[in-house]
């Protein structure tokens, strides 16, 4: 692990409903601690990270009690309508040169993955971690990310050798990056720091 000149911000991004499970994903108990505080304890862990920021949807007074514990300034923040806006609030309120944005409802992201986000992107301005895609991928109309539309045709199948599946944390160095991102935004605004540290 290199040392990293720069000041290091870890945003938990930890707003979302839980619509899509059902159940609230972030306290679920993973035998004796919940994702969410495993998820901080593995940012608190990284020697590179000196604050951890919480982004809070309703469950702000869940978050400042799971937090507690924690041995890293940690500071809770109130998240947007939708998960850019979310994220955005939490890089805003970081105070690192070098901010690591990471879904809270990942709780087992390793060491290794973190520090090898932060310090590429410390080398080339943005960086996340991503695997290789295993399933064919089709090119076709566009829907509304939910449902198939009726009567797709494919388009084309693009090479699975070139894509990849991004996860996160994403970690991007601030200003230069967050200059770039505010200006995606007014031409995206569905595009979080997420994904804009995967764009050059």
């Known amino acids: 692990m290199q040392k990293l000149e720069k000041k290091v911000s870890a945003v938990l991004v930890a707003a979302g409903s839980s619509t899509r499970m059902g159940f609230d994903k972030l306290s679920f108990d993973l035998g004796g601690e919940t994702v969410v505080q495993r998820s901080i304890r593995a940012f608190a862990e990284c020697p590179l990270v000196s604050e951890i920021v919480l982004v809070a949807g309703k469950n702000r007074a ?11 300034p940690v ?5 947007g309508a939708t998960r850019a806006e979310s994220a955005k609030n939490g890089v805003l309120a ?4 070098l901010v690591a944005v990471h879904d809270a409802a ?3 992201v390793s060491q290794a993955v973190i520090t090898a986000a932060l310090e590429a992107a410390a080398a080339c301005g943005a960086a996340a971690p991503a695997v290789p895609v295993k399933d064919t991928v089709k090119r076709a ?6 449902t198939v ?7 084309d199948t693009p090479d699975r050798s070139t894509l990849y599946a991004v ?7 601030v200003p230069p990056i967050w200059r770039r991102w505010q200006s995606w935004m007014k031409k995206k605004p569905g595009w979080s720091p997420m994904t804009a540290a995967c764009l050059s």
């Open 62 to 72: 869940f978050l400042e009690q799971q937090a507690a514990a924690c041995t890293k």
């Open 167 to 173: 996860q996160t944390p994403s970690a991007l160095t």
């Open 141 to 146: 109309v566009r829907g509304d990310g939910k």
């Open 149 to 155: 539309p009726e009567h797709c045709m494919v388009a």
């Open 75 to 79: 500071q809770v923040v109130q998240g």
């Open 106 to 108: 990942r709780p087992f």
């Open 94 to 97: 970081a105070h690192g040169d």
